[in-house]
């Protein structure tokens, strides 16, 4: 049962989205975040609301509060003049008119509860990538634009040697065409909860396995300051998040979140998960960081 105090926070909000509207953070559409990319050596960082959480001081699914973390993720968020290195911010930080109905006023919530964060750590002058490059369908009203960022995203990784840093259940493009063109595809294997906890040990890894590769990166908060530094030694990495379940639900034609129950699902944990026994897959691990 949600709290008086929730029904409060959720009122104040509708009241105070007009006066955040007003600072129009500069982000790039989706499309354009892409075109981005597909820059030889490119990298981007993408926040969302479980970033900020954990800025301040909270913990999320699958990743516990860590001081650290926290440190380098506000780090992070405000490194705006790295060479190659783009900080994307969510959609609904540019505009709430293609969202979901339902998705509107949980977005309010978090632009209220977190304005002090945002107010402290985005920039009005700064030109933000868009964090929904890797959730380009599900959280649309209008699906017409995803088969144009889908077909972007394909052609970004054909021909790619590919090196996938990603959790244990993530099993990023088995079952689907996702990675069907690239031109080769190692992965790192990573914890699927508390990934920060070997935060060096995959770092080390990236670095000796991601040479000349295209490296993405699917491993939540921990993505970001992993891909700051990878960046900032002269690494290409892409953050990509979710991207496959997205690309699932667009394959699908789904108008609802649902569950691959072989696979991580953001909304819910990772028990019951067969181990997998795809043959490409089993190939394709270079390096297992399992504790």
Same mark, same amino acid.
């Given at each position: 049962?949600?709290?008086?105090?929730?029904?409060?926070?959720?009122?104040?909000?509708? !009241?105070?989205?007009?006066?955040?509207?007003?600072?129009?953070?500069?982000?790039?559409?989706?499309? &354009?975040?892409?075109?981005?990319?597909?820059?030889? #050596?490119?990298?981007?960082?993408?926040?969302?609301?479980?970033?900020?959480?954990?800025?301040?001081?909270?913990?999320?699914?699958?990743?516990?509060?860590?001081?650290?973390?926290?440190?380098?993720?506000?780090?992070?968020?405000? &490194?705006?003049?790295?060479?190659?290195? +783009?900080? %994307?911010?969510?959609?609904?930080?540019?505009?709430?008119?293609?969202?979901?109905? @339902?998705?509107?006023?949980?977005?309010? !919530?978090?632009?209220?509860?977190?304005?002090?964060?945002?107010? /402290?750590?985005?920039?009005?002058?700064?030109?933000?990538? /868009?964090?929904?490059?890797?959730?380009?369908?599900?959280?649309?009203? $209008?699906?017409? &634009?995803?088969?144009?960022?889908?077909?972007?995203?394909?052609? !970004?990784?054909?021909? @790619?040697?590919?090196?996938?840093?990603?959790?244990?259940?993530?099993?990023?493009?088995?079952?689907?065409?996702?990675?069907? @063109?690239?031109?080769?595809?190692?992965?790192?294997? %990573?914890?699927? $909860?508390?990934?920060?906890?070997?935060?060096?040990?995959?770092?080390?890894?990236?670095?000796?396995?991601?040479?000349?590769? +295209?490296?993405?990166?699917?491993?939540?908060?921990?993505?970001?300051?992993?891909?700051?530094? !990878?960046?900032?030694? #002269?690494?290409?990495?892409?953050?990509?998040?979710?991207?496959?379940?997205?690309? &699932?639900?667009?394959? /699908?034609?789904?108008?609802?979140?649902?569950? /691959?129950?072989?696979?991580?699902?953001?909304?819910?944990?990772?028990?019951?998960?067969?181990?997998?026994?795809?043959?490409?897959?089993?190939?394709?691990?270079?390096?297992?960081?399992?504790?």
């Amino acid at each position: 049962m949600k709290s008086i105090k929730f029904y409060i926070a959720s009122l104040l909000s509708e !009241l105070y989205y007009p006066l955040f509207k007003m600072k129009k953070y500069n982000i790039m559409s989706i499309s &354009e975040t892409i075109d981005y990319l597909s820059i030889p #050596g490119n990298s981007i960082v993408r926040f969302g609301d479980g970033e900020f959480l954990l800025m301040s001081n909270k913990g999320i699914n699958f990743q516990e509060w860590d001081p650290q973390l926290s440190t380098m993720l506000r780090e992070t968020i405000n &490194e705006l003049h790295i060479d190659k290195l +783009l900080i %994307c911010l969510p959609e609904p930080l540019r505009s709430l008119q293609n969202i979901k109905k @339902k998705s509107k006023p949980v977005w309010k !919530l978090n632009f209220f509860i977190n304005r002090k964060m945002y107010s /402290n750590n985005c920039s009005n002058k700064y030109r933000y990538g /868009n964090s929904f490059v890797s959730r380009p369908y599900m959280a649309f009203k $209008s699906k017409r &634009e995803a088969d144009k960022v889908f077909k972007k995203i394909l052609d !970004l990784f054909c021909d @790619k040697d590919i090196l996938i840093i990603e959790g244990e259940y993530s099993r990023s493009g088995v079952g689907n065409d996702l990675f069907g @063109k690239a031109k080769s595809l190692n992965r790192i294997i %990573c914890p699927s $909860s508390n990934a920060f906890r070997n935060y060096n040990k995959i770092l080390e890894a990236a670095k000796y396995y991601g040479k000349n590769r +295209l490296i993405l990166v699917a491993l939540g908060p921990t993505a970001k300051p992993l891909i700051l530094q !990878l960046a900032q030694e #002269g690494y290409w990495a892409i953050d990509i998040g979710h991207l496959d379940s997205e690309y &699932e639900w667009y394959l /699908n034609k789904t108008e609802e979140k649902t569950r /691959n129950q072989n696979k991580h699902f953001a909304e819910s944990d990772d028990t019951m998960i067969a181990p997998c026994t795809d043959e490409d897959y089993i190939k394709s691990v270079v390096c297992n960081i399992i504790e």
